[in-house]
């Protein structure tokens, strides 16, 4: 069956650090989605990418959707301690949204 | 708009003991989930409606069962709960499936811890 796996699982940076998460599925994606959750919160929906080879940024954090359309990364430059929590990739083919495991991230100040 | 609302916020239970744990949106989502969190194991989809009156079976579905009666309304039920349902469980609805339809609104979760 369809997987969706992302690595790291933990990750610590110094504050300031750059910091990424690689999202990696097993089919051909139709879109992927990033998510974040602070501690003891729900889930964010941050973006969505959808082309093949497509770039988006929001500020600090740069999102790549990879040419095959099965790996994805969220990168976010001189982390800040507001970026502290777990963040999460979801892959959808077929109508279906498949959950990676997500990254936690932790600060260090 | 409230958004996504969940009911209750945490619950202690005893095995064998049943419960039902509420989702409603205002958002008027076709789509509503039922997720359960784990530590180490991100967000396991347990069913999911594509519509009122609809279910349909996710990742992890054993010894639960839902209900959307209403649109905005989508019920999770434990008919005899045990310590391996203890979870965090997070409900979620969006418009749709397709492309700029999918985005996941996503409740405040439900702590549930059984005895």
């Known amino acids: 069956g369809q997987q969706v796996m992302q690595i790291p699982q933990y990750q610590h940076v110094q504050e300031g650090e750059d910091f990424t998460t690689y999202c990696n599925s097993s089919t051909t994606l139709s879109n992927i989605q990033w998510y974040k959750q602070r501690p003891g919160g729900h889930p964010v929906f941050l973006i969505q990418?959808?082309?093949?080879?497509e770039v988006k940024k929001q500020k600090r954090l740069t999102f790549q959707f990879g040419e095959a359309k099965k790996n994805s990364s969220l990168h976010i430059t001189a982390t800040q301690t507001t970026d502290v929590g777990t963040y999460f990739c979801a892959g959808s083919r077929d109508d279906k949204i498949i959950f990676g495991k997500g990254t936690r991230l932790h600060i260090l100040p | 708009n409230a958004g996504v609302t969940q009911t209750p916020k945490f619950r202690v239970l005893k095995t064998g003991q049943s419960m039902t744990l509420l989702c409603a949106q205002d958002?008027?989502?076709?789509?509503m989930y039922w997720y359960r969190q784990d530590p180490g194991m991100g967000l396991r989809l347990i069913h999911y409606s594509v519509g009122e009156g609809t279910t349909a079976k996710g990742e992890v579905p054993d010894g639960y069962n839902v209900s959307r009666l209403k649109k905005q309304n989508f019920l999770l039920g434990l008919e005899s709960a045990a310590p391996s349902q203890t979870s965090v469980y997070f409900c979620a609805s969006s418009y749709g499936q397709r492309e700029l339809d999918n985005e996941q609104f996503f409740g405040p979760g439900t702590r549930l811890t059984v005895l």
């Open positions: 958002m008027n989502h076709e789509y």
């Open positions: 990418l959808v082309k093949s080879g």
